[in-house]
C-alpha cells in the first residue's frame, strides 16, 4: 500500500512563503513522476505542478515563476516551495504519484495519478 503524506502547510499573509513537502512510502520512488494538485472551496482540483523520474517539470500556468516543484530520491520525498503567495492561492493542496508515463512531462489530468495523499491546507491572507 503506496502512502503519502504532506506536511509544511498553514496560513501565512500574501506576499509569504511556504514549503509543502510529500513523503511517500513507495520503495521505487525515483521511478515514479510526482506532482502537486489543489482544491479550492467550490472549485475542481486542478494541477499545480509535476516532476518526472528524469527531473522535468512542468507548471500551471497560474503558479510559474513562483512555486518550484523538487523531489529527494534518497528521502522519497517531494517538495513544493510557493514563493510570493496570493489569496487565490488558498486551497487544499495534494500530493500524487503518477506509477506509469512516468517520463513524461505533460500529464495534467489528476485520473492519470495513481495515489494520493490526504492533502494539506493553505491559507493566503490578504
Known amino acids: 500500500q503506496v502512502q503519502l503524506v504532506e506536511s509544511g502547510g498553514g496560513m501565512v499573509q500574501a506576499g509569504g512563503s511556504l514549503r509543502l513537502s510529500c513523503a511517500t512510502s513507495v520503495r521505487t520512488f525515483s521511478t515514479y513522476a510526482m506532482g502537486w494538485f489543489r482544491q479550492a472551496p467550490g472549485k475542481e482540483r486542478e494541477f499545480v505542478a509535476r516532476i518526472t523520474s528524469g527531473a522535468l517539470t512542468r507548471y500551471a500556468d497560474s503558479v510559474m515563476g513562483r512555486f518550484i516543484i523538487s523531489r529527494d530520491n534518497a528521502k522519497n520525498t517531494v517538495h513544493l516551495q510557493m514563493n510570493s503567495l496570493k489569496s487565490e492561492d488558498t486551497a487544499v493542496y495534494y500530493c500524487?504519484?503518477?506509477?506509469?508515463?512516468?517520463?513524461?512531462?505533460?500529464?495534467?489530468?489528476?485520473?492519470?495519478?495513481?495515489?494520493w495523499g490526504q492533502g494539506i491546507q493553505v491559507t493566503v491572507s490578504s
Open positions: 500524487a504519484a503518477d506509477a506509469r508515463l512516468t517520463y513524461v512531462a505533460q500529464r495534467y489530468s489528476a485520473s492519470l495519478y495513481d495515489y
